[in-house]
């Protein structure tokens, strides 16, 4: 999937899973859909990460830096229902 996106503005992005299925959203237009099984999303306790990976030809070679990923309000719900939220910038 590729999606082209003014990073000079801010955007939300929303993923939800319940069980099997996961869906997402950027700027609330439905993006993503995906229907597994237990082999695909384990049932296991899950942790929220956010992370950002090179493309699928690798990392530029020779280079290293840091990459500043701002968030406003982070919120997961357990599937108890008890929803927790962040507030923080790179893990703060």
């Known amino acids: 999937m590729k999606y ?9 992005f929303v993923f939800t899973r ?22 695909s999303l384990p049932s296991k306790l899950k942790h929220v990460v956010l ?6 030809l690798g990392c530029p070679s ?6 500043d ?3 406003t309000t982070s ?3 357990t599937h108890s229902g008890r929803l927790t939220s962040g507030l923080g910038r790179g893990g703060a």
């Open 75 to 77: 919120r997961s719900r």
């Open 4 to 12: 082209v996106l003014d990073l000079t503005q801010w955007h939300t």
């Open 51 to 56: 992370q950002q990976e090179c493309n699928k």
């Open 18 to 39: 319940y069980g099997y299925k996961v869906t997402s959203s950027i700027d609330g237009v439905a993006k993503m859909n995906f229907s597994g099984n237990e082999l």
């Open 62 to 67: 020779g280079k290293s830096g840091v990459k």
């Open 69 to 71: 990923i701002q968030t």
